[in-house]
């Protein structure tokens, strides 16, 4: 019989209810103040519902993650991602604190610019570019991550237009034990696509390769799949060198990290199942360090993570419309918000906290939306005391994706705020109007008249 392998013991913290007479109870305070600023106060200026954004936060989980990486390695570069939350002030707070751009798309790439984003400080990822984002991205001399074929012989075709080289790299997709494998972006790397594309580029010598780029995933709950992306993009470098003698300056290992929200159908709770910014730089900065690079070789490491920068950040605060009671005696409570602007209630078991005091008394319950669709489910099971119409509640964890992703549809999105580090209220993004919507549209003239009788 084979021995067992030791591990060595590892304590890590469970956060879970305390139960009493009255059953599970899932908080122990109502949540009255965001960073000082009170809840209530917040929805009688600004409505109901409303995003908050806390720029302490942001601050806090930046540098804490930067500190995990630039303690073990020499060389580590952030890049907003600006798909996770584009709205100009939350970007703006990375770029202060060091963090380039990350784009994919056209529309976001014009939105770093206007930031003030230095054009050699924006990577431009995603399979769709145009003619005219690779000319401006070529004009500004900015990083081009190469998807595809198609867009590497567009490139060289329009090199020779502009007459300039471009900086690219090229994505690679790989085997890190995770599946299903993200293979649908870049170029593969177990079956020779990745040196098919470095071979072209290379040798058509229109263009310089400055960087290898792979995004494994998303959400992803084993740091160890980074260390074996970060070996693998390591091996390619060094074997450019060997064939080229040419040198890659940098390593991009996009995002994916983890957030500590909770999966829907998760067993744990994400903040005990999700790996630390610590656990992600230990199985990254390891691996480029046992890689065949001296000191003074050591490529520059980029990282993308957009989600677990944002999430901790970003509130949603609502209003109890109605109660009611299900076929199966569940009581069913009706918030003024939906999956139209919480998307990401499809993904996670979002925290729910009530805005004010409440009973030691709770039921398990559902929460949905108030959009006329069955989907619009905010909580499908959860245990919270009973809430009347107008209550509020405190929706934990939303800053990733929730503003990017949201939709006008049959209401409209609502303000945004920012709490700044003085405890100051800004608003960041005004909610939508009939008019704002109007302005966008067209009447034809024969459809401007009608008669109901």
Request: aromatic content about 10%.
């Amino acid at each position: 019989m084979e021995k067992l392998r030791y591990e060595r013991p590892v304590v890590k913290k469970l956060n879970t209810g305390m139960m009493n007479k009255f059953g599970t109870r899932t908080e122990y305070n109502p949540v009255t103040h965001i960073d000082g600023v009170s809840v209530k106060g917040l929805i009688e200026k600004y409505g109901s519902p409303l995003f908050v954004i806390s720029e302490r936060t942001i601050r806090q989980t930046y540098q804490d993650c930067k500190r995990a990486f630039t303690n073990r390695y020499p060389r580590v570069q952030m890049a907003w991602s600006y798909k996770t939350n584009y709205i100009n002030a939350v970007c703006n707070v990375f770029h202060q604190e060091g963090s380039w751009a990350e784009v994919v798309s056209g529309f976001e790439y014009n939105k770093a610019l206007q930031n003030g984003v230095p054009g050699n400080k924006i990577i431009f990822n995603g399979p769709d570019k145009t003619d005219n984002d690779l000319k401006l991205a070529i004009d500004h001399n900015s990083l081009i991550h190469i998807d595809h074929l198609d867009e590497l012989y567009r490139l060289m075709e329009i090199t020779k237009e502009v007459n300039k080289r471009p900086r690219v790299a090229i994505r690679v997709n790989m085997d890190t034990g995770v599946y299903p494998m993200w293979d649908r972006f870049g170029f593969n790397y177990e079956t020779g696509q990745a040196w098919d594309a470095i071979n072209k580029i290379i040798l058509n010598d229109q263009m310089d390769l400055v960087g290898l780029h792979c995004h494994i995933g998303t959400f992803m709950l084993t740091a160890n799949a980074y260390a074996i992306a970060a070996s693998k993009l390591a091996d390619l470098a060094y074997h450019i060198h060997a064939k080229f003698n040419k040198k890659i300056s940098y390593i991009d290992l996009g995002g994916g990290f983890a957030s500590k929200n909770t999966l829907r159908g998760s067993y744990l709770q994400g903040n005990v199942s999700s790996p630390s910014f610590d656990d992600y730089a230990e199985a990254i900065c390891s691996a480029l360090l046992n890689a065949e690079y001296s000191k003074q070789e050591l490529p520059l490491l980029i990282l993308e993570t957009g989600r677990a920068l944002i999430d901790d950040a970003g509130s949603l605060c609502g209003t109890v419309l109605a109660n009611k009671r299900l076929s199966d005696g569940r009581r069913a409570t009706i918030m003024d918000f939906g999956v139209n602007i919480l998307f990401t209630s499809f993904w996670y078991e979002h925290k729910l906290s009530p805005a004010q005091e409440f009973s030691h008394y709770t039921e398990d319950g559902v929460v949905y939306g108030p959009l006329c669709m069955n989907i619009d489910v905010i909580r499908e099971n959860i245990t919270l005391p009973p809430m009347k119409k107008g209550d509020n509640v405190v929706v934990h964890s939303v800053g990733a994706y929730n503003m990017t992703q949201w939709m006008q549809f049959i209401a409209m999105r609502p303000n945004v705020v920012m709490i700044d580090m003085d405890s100051k209220v800004h608003l960041i993004r005004n909610k939508e109007t009939l008019e704002y919507i109007n302005n966008i549209e067209e009447m034809p003239a024969y459809l401007k008249e009608f008669n109901l009788s």
